[in-house]
């Protein structure tokens, strides 16, 4: 299925867009955070844009009645007023009728109680709960695991490490809307899948805490340990990403440690 890339996005479809909607509402989310991010540092004709519909997405996502103003709502409870001034008088109910009715609307209210208790329950698990999108795989001592990725990527991911990666998608691949990347603490080498789409939003893509590995069809190795990371590449072309710093780029046969923002080639 064909995807209008982000950069071709209004302000409108942005704030109807799932991921970017996530991105506003949990800003703690790092590794939607951190796709967004990069997705701006490659296209900064569109902050502006992006930061109307940011701003789109708090406005609908406030409590209606913030967005009254005092003379609407002095307006509302005009209307209410006069609804009940011109309600015709009602007879007194006899006494075994008001008993029927009294108990209907006992049970209503309890009822409505209850429902408006388990929306909120839902609605603070949705919320709150945890992330079923987010797959984490996690090694011990041993040989290394073989994970498939949802675009047909290979990752060998070593002893003592973890990968995280988003698998929302349709029949085990990764949709149009999901980022196309992983999150590694630990060592992996990666077999990624070429693919014709070379836009930066589909790119290839490996976080860890020191820099971002940019790739489109290309095989190396990342080693994420205390203090440094380490990235060789065997084939290919990637990206280094460090910060806002200008991409670093590694041919085949390089190999580079990052500490601390500074680069060094390895021998």
């Not at 006494?95 to 429902?115: C, E, K, Q």
Request: a negative charge; hydrophobic letters at 40%.
């Amino acid at each position: 299925m064909s995807h209008k890339p982000y950069s071709a996005y209004s302000a409108e479809e942005f704030a109807l867009d799932d991921l970017f909607v996530r991105w506003v509402q949990h800003p703690t989310d790092e590794e939607v955070v951190a796709y967004w991010q990069i997705w701006l540092a490659h296209n900064p004709e569109c902050a502006d844009t992006v930061e109307i519909a940011r701003e789109l997405v708090r406005t609908a996502s406030l409590p209606t009645s913030l967005l009254l103003t005092p003379d609407e709502t002095s307006s509302v409870w005009w209307r209410i007023r006069e609804s009940l001034q011109t309600m015709e008088d009602l007879r007194p109910l006899q006494p075994d009728v008001r008993a029927v009715v009294g108990w209907w609307y006992f049970l209503r209210t309890v009822a409505a109680t209850l429902g408006v208790v388990l929306l909120i329950g839902w609605a603070l698990w949705i919320q709150y709960g945890p992330d079923q999108s987010i797959k984490t795989i996690t090694t011990t001592a041993g040989p290394p695991r073989t994970i498939n990725l949802p675009d047909g990527s290979i990752v060998q991911l070593h002893a003592n490490s973890q990968l995280r990666y988003d698998r929302r998608g349709f029949a085990g691949q990764w949709s149009d809307d999901t980022p196309r990347a992983v999150w590694l603490e630990g060592e992996a080498d990666f077999s990624v899948t070429h693919r014709n789409d070379t836009s930066s939003a589909r790119l290839f893509r490996v976080h860890t805490p020191d820099l971002t590995v940019e790739a489109v069809g290309t095989t190396f190795r990342v080693q994420q340990g205390p203090g440094c990371t380490r990235v060789a590449l065997t084939s290919g072309q990637v990206n280094l990403l460090l910060n806002q710093k200008k991409p670093i780029r590694l041919n085949p046969g390089d190999s580079v440690e990052v500490a601390e923002g500074s680069v060094q080639a390895l021998p």
